[in-house]
């Protein structure tokens, strides 16, 4: 209960280890839920799987759970019982009551095969009662085929098994005869028709051998082929209002199937299903393929959910990550958040000027204004956040300097500072969206003094795509070359407009750096 996972997967066959794989390759925490017990385990082989052709059903299955392992996903034997929606998801309980919780449900249950009540029947499901030539019939090629009617489509079933043996019987079992067209079709590829209900499966030594009808007579057979009723494995999606409908083929209804879409996205937003739960004549191939289908699309759903969650943050911290509030919850986070070193900028700058006025802009802990005042310079530092000047103060009397700089809590976007009264005002990482930055910037200017300079650092914004940063907003960054472009030739000296190398914390950053001296 502790862990949502992104995807739970219902059932453990093919389709449902597919799907599986396929998530957890897209590094999507999975876990699948089977019971152990897959449609096909009667079954001796799989075919017309590509690479894997002839591999028997549990061989296949063990090694699907090993990729599924093998890319971080998780297999866990139990019975899902029932789902429930809740705000983040999906509550599921298996039998026992343990419950897990998922973002999306990929359900692929799979189906069973309802077969005619005819005694000794059942005993051969899967060896020498089969029920699909594609799935057996080359084994089962060139035996003696009956082939039992079931249904409107038994008929063509009978001409599909022919392809398969020269000796093939169509049993009625006393449903209704086919129609004079069909009856032509039958005769023509010489298939005898065998009108008696049957009484029975005759067995000897464990092999199918004969059928006995109703009045004695008996026919020998080697192989029956059927049409069962196909009837998805519902019973955990109706507990998500999901209930089976008829599915057809060629105008005859097959049996009961969930419906979806082509993706397998069913009318359950957060629900998909993938395999003979929702295609009842799906073969091994066909369902894993499906279930990789409706994986890539869960996926898809998962990164949809997940940009418009991001985007909603990302506009959350750019309209409050300058606020005062949110500053004073960032430098209550801890005893320092600087380094309390100068900034490599200023420094590099600063140090050949002669002292005078200086405004600090964003002083934080103080590190700038205490560099310049033990310089000679008298300092106004000015921050958002009265933590940060708490510290600062603290930092200057440490240092003996604090009667040469004054702090100030402030918000220069609503208190400018005044024009022309200071020979050097520094402004390093002021990022803001670009018109408040603007407008800033355009008043920081302002208070520079004739013959005074003006200091503006940033990140530069080609450190983006070289690595990642906490503080993404393309929008904030700036190049020094945008900056000096703002400023009025007529009025303003550029001294310098550069991208500078500088060592931060994890290698080489680069800063944008205007210097710009105010004309006398």
Not at 85 to 95: C, E, K, P, S
Request: proline share 6%.
């Amino acid at each position: 209960m502790e862990q949502t996972y992104d995807v739970v997967v219902i059932g453990g066959g093919a389709a449902g280890l597919s799907g599986a794989v396929t998530l957890a390759r897209s590094r999507r925490s999975v876990l699948v839920i089977d019971r152990g017990d897959p449609r096909n385990a009667p079954a001796g082989h799989v075919h017309n799987l590509l690479g894997r052709e002839g591999v028997a059903p549990a061989e296949l299955y063990k090694a699907g759970r090993a990729e599924v392992a093998e890319y971080g996903g998780e297999v866990r034997e139990g019975t899902a019982e029932r789902a429930e929606r809740t705000g983040d998801g999906f509550l599921v309980t298996l039998a026992g009551g343990e419950q897990v919780r998922a973002r999306r449900l990929l359900v692929t249950t799979g189906l069973v095969d309802e077969l005619p009540d005819i005694p000794g029947l059942a005993e051969h499901w899967g060896d020498q009662v089969a029920h699909c030539p594609y799935c057996h019939g080359w084994e089962l090629r060139d035996r003696r085929i009956g082939v039992l009617a079931t249904g409107p489509l038994s008929v063509h079933h009978a001409q599909l098994w022919r392809q398969l043996s020269n000796d093939v019987v169509f049993l009625l079992n006393g449903g209704p005869a086919p129609a004079p067209e069909q009856a032509e079709q039958l005769a023509a590829r010489r298939i005898p028709v065998v009108r008696e209900p049957i009484e029975e499966v005759l067995t000897e030594d464990g092999r199918l051998t004969a059928v006995r009808l109703d009045g004695g007579r008996v026919v020998d057979l080697e192989v029956i082929a059927v049409g069962p009723r196909f009837v998805a494995r519902s019973e955990f999606l109706r507990s998500l209002g999901l209930e089976p409908a008829p599915m057809e083929m060629n105008g005859h209804v097959m049996g009961l199937r969930i419906p979806a879409e082509e993706t397998g996205a069913t009318a359950v937003p957060g629900v998909w299903v993938a395999g003979n739960v929702t295609n009842l004549g799906a073969t091994v191939a066909v369902a894993a393929a499906a279930a990789q289908t409706a994986a890539a699309m869960i996926n898809t759903d998962l990164i949809a959910e997940e940009v418009r969650d991001a985007v909603a943050g990302h506009r959350r911290q750019q309209e409050t990550m300058f606020e005062a509030d949110a500053w004073e919850e960032r430098y209550r986070s801890s005893d320092a958040i600087w380094s309390g070193e100068p900034n490599v900028q200023l420094v590099a700058e600063a140090a050949g000027l002669p002292a005078g006025r200086a405004l600090d802009v964003g002083c934080g802990e103080g590190a700038d204004a205490v560099w310049l005042a033990a310089r000679g310079w008298e300092v106004t530092g000015v921050d958002i956040s009265a933590v940060a000047l708490e510290r600062a103060a603290g930092h200057a009397k440490a240092a003996g300097l604090a009667d040469r700089i004054t702090f100030t809590q402030a918000d220069l976007r609503e208190q400018p500072p005044r024009e022309r009264e200071y020979d050097l005002v520094s402004a390093h990482f002021m990022h803001l969206p670009a018109d408040a930055r603007r407008e800033l910037y355009a008043r920081l200017a302002g208070a520079v003094r004739p013959g005074g300079t003006l200091l503006l650092v940033g990140h530069h914004p080609d450190d983006l795509a070289t690595a990642p940063r906490p503080m993404h907003f393309p929008d904030m960054m700036f190049t020094a070359a945008e900056l000096a472009a703002e400023l009025d030739p007529a009025g303003w000296e550029v001294r310098a407009a550069e991208k500078r190398p500088r060592e931060g914390r994890d290698g080489i950053v680069h800063d944008a750096v205007l210097v710009a001296r105010r004309r006398g």
